[in-house]
Structures are given as C-alpha cells and as structure tokens.
C-alpha cells in the first residue's frame, strides 16, 4: 500500500526548476503594482502638461484666431487677412524691422562675443574663481527694473557717470538716449551687461570640460593663447556655441523691456521701436488686438523659419 502512495505524491510534486502553474490574475496584480510606483510621476507629468498647455499653447492658439479676427463695438467677426495686410502697410512695420535687426546684429557682436571671452579669461584663473563666477553673474540676480534704471541714470546727459568718464579722457559728451545714433547701441551695452552672465557660466562649464590633454598638445606644438582658442577651444565648444548663437538670436528679436524702460519704447524720432514694442502699440495703445495679434504671428513665422534654416544648416555641417 505504500508503493501506490509514494508514485502518487511524485506524480503530483512539481519537478525542480519548474513552477507551478501561474495564478490568472498575476498579470492584473503586477498591472497595479506599476500603476501605484507610478501615480506620483504621472501625476507630476500630467500636471506640468496642463500649465503647459495653458500658459503656452493655448495663447498661440488664441493669437492665431484674433489674428483672422475683428472686433467693432463688442461684435467680434472674421476679418481674413486685413489684419495683417493692415500691419504690412504701416510704416512703423519695416521700421520695428529695422530696428529689431540692428538690434540682433549689435547684440550678438557685444552679448555673443564678451561672454565668450570673459569666460576665457576667467578659465586661466586658478584662484578666486568662485568670487568671479558670481560677480560676473551677479547682473542676472538683480531685477531687470533695477539693471535698467541703473543704466538710465549711468546715460543722464547731465550728471551721467558715462559723460563723466568721457570728460576724465576730454572727450565730447554725448546725448546717449537722446540721439538717433546713440540710443539703440545704449539700450544693447545695456541688454548686454544685464544678460551675459547666464552664457558666461555655460561657456565656462563647456570650457572646462576640455580634456587639458588637447591644449598640452597645441603648447608642445608651439601654439599661442590664440591658436589654442581657434584650434582647441572652439571645436569643443561649437555645439554650445550654436545652441547659444540659436537662443540669443531668438531672445534678442523679442526685446522689450530695455527700449520700454530706457527710452519709453519708440525712442528719438522712432529709432528703438522694435517689432514687439508695435505689439504692444497696437494691442495696449490703440486697442487693435487683431493688428497685435497678426504682427506677433508674423514673429512667430520668422522666428520658426530661421530656427529650421538654422538646424538644417547644423545638420547639414555635421554630416
């Protein structure tokens, strides 16, 4: 009787390295148990969507509808493309044009250029760097209200410590905020001295990131403090240097704050209005919210375009 009871335990006992057969609502327990380590990052993630989707999405949306849009005592109707043929007609458009391309063009000489190089110079330092990162970022803390009524009182024609440091070399003074050919290189030392130190520390970060094997090489090989910059330095910065080139451009063709503060916006005989400032004219000034809404519209499309242009030509230059 015992043989029988022994080859029945050894039927029914699973051989080793084989489990027994799966539960059917495993795969439902495993489905929760990764929805509960995940509820917290999905809930993050869904909230940061909606503030995305409200705060950004939703007014380009919004700005794309009142720019086919018009509205005439409380009645809102569609207007096809006046708007905008509205906004090309006006004389201030290629003026704002203008002036936002100089705008662009000098700030990209003075705030792509001087981080660049100040970021050089404090690479060399090997003491005291901690004091001079946070002195050279110290006009980015400060409030941009602040940094620019700074500077208008630093270009005051009469007291002004800019004039004052031109009659310490006997030079002429000058009327900075006041002249057609001052006043928009004023309103970019300005835009300059408040914003380059963002791109001072990322230039440094990627400087010194340079294996200091390549720059021994180049002194071995007989190079200069130059050469080494032009050969080294900047090779294993270019994906920096681009992505920065790209940002600044973006940012410096959306400026505001400086010409509004510096010289109320439109400036001596118009020469520091500039594409977002006719925005704010039209919308806040004028209440023409459709003629504002197609000049923004007209930004974006440029600013997207030359975006794309610009990562085609990285691509290209990569490949």
Same mark, same amino acid.
Do not use: C
């Given at each position: 009787m015992s043989a029988p009871t022994l080859s029945t335990s050894k039927a029914t006992r699973p051989r080793h390295g084989h489990p027994g057969p799966a539960r059917p609502n495993s795969a439902r327990e495993e489905f929760v148990r990764a929805v509960r380590r995940n509820i917290s990052a999905h809930g993050f993630l869904i909230g940061a969507v909606l503030c995305f989707s409200f705060f950004s999405w939703y007014p380009m949306v919004r700005e794309f509808i009142l720019a086919f849009q018009k509205s005439e005592n409380g009645k809102t109707t569609w207007a096809?493309? @006046?708007?905008?043929?509205? &906004? &090309? #007609?006006?004389? +201030?458009?290629?003026?704002?044009?203008? #002036?936002?391309?100089?705008?662009?063009?000098?700030?990209?000489?003075? $705030?792509?250029?001087?981080?660049? &190089?100040?970021?050089? &110079?404090?690479?060399?330092?090997?003491? $005291?760097?901690?004091?001079?990162?946070?002195?050279?970022?110290?006009?980015?803390?400060?409030?941009?209200?602040?940094?620019?009524?700074?500077?208008? /009182?630093?270009?005051?024609? $009469?007291?002004?410590?800019? #004039?004052?440091?031109?009659?310490?070399?006997?030079?002429?003074?000058?009327?900075?905020?006041? @002249?057609?050919?001052?006043?928009?290189?004023?309103?970019?030392?300005?835009?300059?001295?408040? #914003?380059?130190? $963002? +791109?001072?520390?990322?230039?440094?970060?990627?400087?010194? @990131?340079?294996?200091?094997?390549? /720059?021994?090489?180049?002194?071995?090989d007989g190079a200069g403090l130059l050469r080494k910059v032009w050969h080294v330095t900047i090779p294993q910065t270019r994906l920096i240097l681009s992505l920065l080139l790209l940002m600044q451009i973006i940012a410096t063709m959306q400026v505001f704050t400086e010409p509004f503060l510096l010289t109320n916006g439109a400036g001596p005989e118009g020469s520091t209005t500039t594409v977002v400032y006719l925005i704010y004219q039209y919308a806040f000034n004028f209440n023409n919210y459709g003629s504002a809404a197609a000049l923004g519209l007209v930004l974006l499309v440029v600013l997207a375009g030359f975006s794309a242009v610009y990562v085609r030509l990285s691509r290209s230059s990569e490949d």
């Open positions: 096809g493309w @006046s708007n905008l043929s509205y &906004v &090309v #007609n006006d004389p +201030a458009f290629w003026q704002a044009w203008r #002036n936002t391309l100089l705008f662009t063009g000098l700030a990209l000489l003075l $705030g792509f250029l001087v981080p660049f &190089v100040v970021a050089v &110079v404090l690479n060399e330092f090997r003491h $005291g760097q901690g004091y001079l990162r946070l002195l050279v970022y110290l006009p980015v803390m400060l409030p941009p209200v602040a940094s620019v009524l700074l500077f208008k /009182y630093f270009y005051d024609p $009469g007291y002004g410590l800019f #004039n004052r440091i031109l009659e310490v070399f006997h030079l002429p003074a000058q009327q900075w905020l006041q @002249s057609t050919d001052t006043a928009m290189l004023s309103v970019v030392i300005a835009a300059t001295w408040m #914003n380059m130190g $963002g +791109a001072t520390l990322i230039y440094l970060a990627a400087l010194q @990131s340079i294996p200091g094997e390549l /720059y021994e090489a180049a002194e071995l």
